[in-house]
């Protein structure tokens, strides 16, 4: 299994990104698809999470009005929009993916999930 993260970089602050993750190497369909963030000297944060099986999705309240996930399941492939970026946005951000079920609200720990992806950097300048 390979989870491949791309998309970051550095954008000024008020600036967006999209971040992809494509995802393969097995049948993903039971799977929820995640994205997490560390800052450096913090733990690892949860940002978005999509159930591939239903659609559903799940932002975290610290994002959920300027972030966004989506997917294309025909690419395997998840995505994370993120407007209006902020200096605290700044961290590595990584995908996931961890068979479920159970809803994807329930989705945030990291601990859930048994595949990750290298992270991709994100960084915001004030």
Known sequence: VQLQ??????VQAGGSLRLSCAA???NFDNYIM???RQAPGKGREFVAALKWIDGTTHVADSVKDRFSISGDRGKNTVYLRMNVLKPEDTASYSCA???ADYAVVAGTHPLLYDYWGQGTQVTVSS
């Open 34 to 36: 995640a994205w997490f």
């Open 97 to 99: 993916a961890g068979e």
């Open 5 to 10: 993260a791309s998309g970051g970089g550095l």
């Open 24 to 26: 393969s190497g097995r």
